[in-house]
């Protein structure tokens, strides 16, 4: 089989309804890999219809995530002969973003997908898209008016937290903890997507009796991840467990712990990269699971922006329109199923 056939998307029915069975692929060079929706001629959504022209926008690909959301949204389109995809840069900051997209909405593609460097600073650009008639998929950073999007998918970042810290609690209430010392490194602070990780893994340790004893954030980045990880380590001369929120800057946060000579707590990463997924399945580090947030969104936001570009409807619903409001699962990866995930990791 080839790349594409490598990795399934954690999207449920949704995604077969929205067409055929999605197979993908990630891994550190996603422009070679990605998640996309093969044809299926039991479907008729999966048949080419009227030309749907999708105006796409998304941040720098300066870290391996969001590579892979721009590498997905691009295969995917590629994938439908009745698709063409407009992509504009995202600039630096999300004032470039806005002015790109201004060009973009002048230009009245049939539908918009865009993740935003901030949901809330570019509330005001899904707005004036929505007003001029053009459908926006807000992607993974959400918008706070929902008249600023006609559909918002995003993974779960609340359940994403939930699930590190009921791992964490079970694993430490296995250990007979009763007062343990937990470490915390989320991504970008000032992203609801991260206080919303943050406030589910709160609520899952409570259940435990448990709280984080130290939190440092990072910036999405293995340079700040190692920076954020040297910190709490320094802070923390004793640990039991550890919740960082990135694989990514995971790499960092590994590379810090490795040179603190430390190896006293366990740790769970986030996202479910591959090579978060091969250090769990060596079971040779710190590192005993993660927790998925899957870049395979941008493939089913291309997806199902076409089928609101051609006025189209999800086959396995009974409703006429795709919905609202879309969340992935976040599903826990650890050494008993890591093989299974292996083909998962971006």
């Not at 008993?336 to 083909?343: F, H, L, T, W």
Request: with cysteine; glycine share 10%.
């Amino acid at each position: 089989m080839s790349a594409l056939s490598r990795r399934r998307i954690l999207f449920g029915g949704a995604a077969v309804g929205a067409g055929a069975l999605l197979t993908a692929c990630t891994s550190n060079t996603p422009e070679n890999d990605a998640q996309v929706k093969t044809g299926d001629d039991t479907n008729a959504n999966a048949q080419p219809g009227t030309k749907v022209v999708i105006g796409f926008s998304a941040p720098a690909a300066d870290h391996g995530w969001i590579a892979a959301i721009t590498a997905n949204a691009k295969a995917q389109a590629q994938a439908y002969s009745d698709v063409e995809l407009r992509s504009v840069e995202a600039g630096a900051d999300a004032a470039a973003q806005r002015a790109a997209l201004a060009t973009l909405i002048s230009q009245k593609p049939n539908v918009i997908v865009m993740l935003p460097h901030d949901g809330k600073e570019l509330n005001a650009t899904g707005l004036e898209a929505m007003r001029a008639g053009i459908p926006v998929v807000n992607l993974d950073r959400a918008f706070p008016s929902a008249a600023a999007y006609r559909l918002q998918i995003k993974g779960d970042n609340y359940g994403m937290g939930l699930a590190a810290g009921m791992y964490i609690g079970e694993q430490l209430k296995a250990k007979g903890a009763s007062n343990p010392i937990i470490g915390e490194i989320p991504g970008i602070d000032s992203l609801e997507l991260t206080q919303e990780r943050t406030q589910g893994f709160n609520a899952a340790l409570a259940v435990y009796g448990f709280k984080v004893a130290n939190r440092r954030p990072a910036e999405f980045t293995a340079d700040t991840g190692q920076a954020a990880a040297t910190s709490l380590l320094q802070a923390l001369p004793k640990m039991d467990a550890l919740w960082n929120h990135d694989d990514d800057q995971g790499i960092g946060v590994l590379a810090a712990i490795k040179q603190a000579n430390r190896s006293e707590f366990f740790m769970v990463g986030g996202a479910g990269s591959k090579a978060a997924i091969d250090a769990i399945a060596k079971d040779d580090s710190v590192l005993k699971a993660t927790v998925t947030y899957s870049p395979s969104m941008a493939s089913s936001a291309i997806s199902l922006a076409r089928l609101i570009g051609q006025g189209k409807g999800m086959s396995d619903l009974v409703e006429l329109q795709v919905p609202k409001e879309i969340m992935l699962a976040s599903e826990t990866i650890t050494k008993e199923n890591a093989a299974k995930y292996a083909k998962l990791g971006f």
